[in-house]
Structures are given as structure tokens and as C-alpha cells.
């Protein structure tokens, strides 16, 4: 079933990894590299988002709350509401500390960094 915005409601895993990241200025700054899922909740936690790295070297993972990334169909990709610089001094992690303590530390200061609303 579509959305008010006419995409799907469902969508595998397989086919948002990959998937380009822009910011507001529609500059590309990553790409989705993972989603976290909450098992109790049965919610997305957060997608992980990399970047800030060069040919895989020094790249950081950002946790950023999945209700903030939006499919835009003709960039092929998801937009956040987020400035380069929010982005920047986002808070960052290796792809293992994302799931550290059922990855709840990254979730929490993600949502609070961004000012989402928590699914929880």
C-alpha cells in the first residue's frame, strides 16, 4: 500500500543499502551502509549512514533516525533535513559501536542530536 506521498510501505533491506544520502542543499554526503533494527519494538532504530571518508579509510557511521530520511524519487536517493555542517558534528561511530548496549546509546544520541521524535 502506498503512502501519502505514494511510496510503498514496504521495502527490503537489500534495496535501501546503497542508497544515496543528500543533505538540504542536495549535495550528496553518503550513502545508507546499514539499518538498524529494534527487535523488541519491532521499529527501525535508526539508519546508518557513512561518510566523511576516502576510498573506505577514515569514513564515520552515522546513526540518523529513520522518520528523518526521505525518499526522493527523482534524486534516486534520500534526502535529511540536515545542513553539511549539522552532518558534520553529528555524532559518529564505527560500525561496532553502533550496536553496543543493543545499540541504544547510538539511538539515544542520535534522536537527541537531532531533536526526533523518539518511536520508543
Do not use: C
Request: proline share 5%.
Amino acid at each position: 500500500m502506498p503512502t501519502a506521498a505514494g511510496h510503498t510501505t514496504a521495502i527490503r533491506a537489500s534495496r535501501v543499502i546503497g542508497t544515496p544520502v543528500y543533505n538540504t542543499s542536495g549535495d550528496q554526503i553518503g550513502e545508507i551502509e546499514d539499518v538498524m533494527l529494534d527487535k523488541k519494538t519491532n521499529n527501525i532504530m535508526f539508519g546508518v549512514v557513512g561518510f566523511g571518508g576516502f576510498l573506505g579509510m577514515g569514513e564515520k557511521y552515522h546513526p540518523i533516525p529513520w522518520a528523518s530520511l526521505d525518499y526522493e524519487k527523482d534524486k534516486g536517493g534520500y534526502i535529511v533535513p540536515f545542513s553539511k555542517e549539522q552532518l558534520e558534528q553529528a555524532p559518529a561511530h564505527s560500525l561496532n559501536e553502533l550496536s553496543e548496549n543493543d545499540g541504544q546509546g547510538a539511538r539515544d544520541a542520535a534522536f537527541d542530536y537531532y531533536k526526533a521524535d523518539r518511536y520508543w
